[in-house]
């Protein structure tokens, strides 16, 4: 009898130590799980970042773009303007008239 308490006794140790060994299985998938949660999450962070530098730096050469086009275009206006008051100086449709001097 005194063997089979022993026998009883071990294999309730046993099953109480492949309990703790699944336990702890269990927390090291739920670890590996939550670990592999946090670096998906980081490496979809990161990329987000990454993508919004290269949007940013699209950006960044758009305006650079734009201004240099804006620069331009003014002194293209800048020009144009100075040619048109040279015509208009020129020609005697825009001459201001004395109109005494053509009633005369």
Known sequence: MISDIEADSGSAALYTK??????????????????QAE???KTRLINQ???LQHTLEDLSARVDAVKEENLKLKSENQVLGQYIENLMSASSVFQTTDTKSKRK
């Open 18 to 35: 492949q309990e703790d060994e699944l336990f702890i299985m269990n927390c090291d998938i739920d670890g590996d799980l939550e670990n």
């Open 49 to 51: 970042v990454l993508e």
């Open 39 to 41: 670096m998906e999450e």
